[in-house]
């Protein structure tokens, strides 16, 4: 079967973009999985669709110039001395959108989407898009998908706790009765520790059966699995104190050692493939090790664990959508001198107290300025309770 590239209408540099998509792109975009959405669907879709193909083209362009270390690319001016390739083809690919089509082909379009949708319910559930957990995972994406399943449902639990904890502190402001929401919350949290708790006897099963096999790739893929898997029991376990003491954190130093070694195996061996094959950095959509890493730094108040994680984010210079792994460590670095200022030698949790510890986080990044702004909140002093909001500028 010839390459796609080959069968594709259009200039030497469209041509050159598209096999840079079908031979880099796509691949980073599955990251450490295999994507039938990146490495077949788009890739077919840019014979019949202009619109997909134009936005191919362009981000083709912009990721080349990504791995090549071009950082104007972050740049509201970025593609003015370019030609203005990248740019061109991403208005190419909105004029296509927003172009009139015709009502035949409107309801072609439609009745082709619901046809599919309808041949793919039967698979989700066998490939984990569901509440059901199998005793055995049959493969590592049906492991990936049913832990994403159950993560995004812990994280609407945990925005709602987040809420509630806001409305308890502003009823106890206006002197009303807080909300008691205390017996829901452990139900809950019960709920879903039972659930991690099943996905890793399956998820362990799994690598029992088919751990020998996996190839480097899918070894990194279950170490990312194990990384999710981890930070999901910590969160879980500090849930119900979560907004009222950091130090409930401590517990769990082991647990973020874990997340740092794993982190570390995964970097190593993509720092080995990018050695081999002369690549520049990585960029991906999945959120695999910048956040994590972000996590332990910030959470983790031993002083030698979250400061490997801070040197691993400057070790393995990765995108994760907006997390850029060198700014992340900057913002890392910020919380940590902050935290551990006018405290002496730190050895150990225990020597950050509770007052010292900042928390309501908030981390925007504007690559185009290279900038990341930080907000937080820390207590006054270690004899006032009141928690003044601060906001600071990290730039790289």
């Given at each position: 079967m010839?390459?796609?590239?080959?069968?594709?209408?259009?200039?030497?540099?469209?041509?050159?973009?598209?096999?840079?998509?079908?031979?880099?792109?796509?691949?980073q975009l599955s990251g450490f999985w295999d994507s039938d959405l990146w490495g077949c669907s788009i890739l077919r879709a840019t014979h019949h669709q202009p619109a997909i193909r134009h936005a191919v083209l362009a981000l083709a362009s912009l990721h080349e110039r990504f791995e090549a270390g071009d950082r104007s690319v972050m740049n509201p001016m970025w593609d003015k001395g370019e030609g203005g390739f990248a740019l061109k083809q991403y208005n190419q690919a909105i004029q296509q959108l927003i172009k009139p089509t015709s009502e035949g082909q409107q309801a072609v379009d439609m009745l082709g989407t619901r046809v599919m949708q309808l041949k793919r319910r039967p698979r989700d559930a066998e490939k984990g898009f569901g509440p059901q957990i199998p005793a055995v995972f049959t493969s590592l994406e049906q492991a990936r998908n049913s832990l994403d399943y159950h993560w995004n449902g812990f994280i609407d639990f945990l925005n709602e706790l987040e809420n509630n904890n806001r409305y308890q502190k502003s009823s106890e402001t206006r002197g009303q009765e807080p909300l008691?929401?205390?017996?829901?919350?452990?139900?809950?949290?019960?709920?879903?520790?039972?659930?991690?708790?099943?996905?890793?006897?399956?998820f362990q099963a799994l690598l029992q059966n088919h751990g020998k096999s996996l190839d480097s790739r899918g070894l990194q893929a279950?170490?990312?699995?194990?990384?999710?898997?981890?930070?999901?029991?910590?969160?879980?376990?500090?849930?119900?104190?979560?907004?009222?003491?950091?130090?409930a954190w401590?517990?769990?130093?082991?647990?973020?050692?874990?997340?740092?070694?794993?982190?570390?195996?995964?970097?190593?061996?993509?720092?080995?493939?990018?050695?081999?094959?002369k690549r520049g950095p990585d960029f991906t959509l999945d959120m695999n090790i910048v956040a994590p890493l972000y996590a332990v730094a910030h959470k983790c108040r031993h002083p030698v664990i979250r400061r490997k994680a801070v040197s691993l984010l400057y070790a393995g210079p990765r995108?994760?959508?907006?997390?850029?792994?060198?700014?992340?460590?900057?913002?890392?670095?910020?919380?940590?001198?902050?935290?551990?200022?006018g405290l002496g030698n730190v050895t150990r949790c225990e020597d950050v107290?509770?007052?010292?510890?900042?928390?309501?986080?908030?981390?925007?990044?504007?690559?185009?300025?290279?900038?990341?702004?930080?907000?937080?909140?820390?207590?006054?002093?270690?004899?006032?309770?009141?928690?003044?909001?601060?906001?600071?500028?990290?730039?790289?």
């Open positions: 010839p390459s796609p590239i080959f069968e594709m209408r259009g200039s030497d540099e469209e041509r050159r973009s598209l096999d840079f998509f079908l031979n880099r792109t796509a691949s008691d929401a205390l017996g829901k919350t452990e139900a809950v949290r019960q709920e879903y520790f039972d659930v991690f708790e099943r996905w890793l006897v399956s279950a170490r990312t699995l194990e990384i999710s898997h981890s930070l999901a029991m910590i969160y879980l376990n500090v849930t119900v104190n979560v907004f009222s003491d950091e130090t401590d517990r769990f130093t082991e647990h973020f050692e874990r997340v740092v070694t794993l982190a570390a195996l995964i970097i190593r061996s993509s720092n080995c493939d990018k050695f081999t094959k995108q994760e959508g907006v997390w850029d792994s060198i700014l992340t460590a900057r913002v890392a670095e910020r919380l940590i001198r902050i935290e551990e200022a107290p509770d007052w010292a510890r900042i928390s309501d986080v908030e981390v925007k990044f504007d690559l185009q300025g290279r900038l990341g702004t930080v907000k937080y909140s820390r207590q006054r002093s270690p004899l006032e309770k009141v928690r003044d909001t601060v906001m600071e500028s990290v730039r790289w």
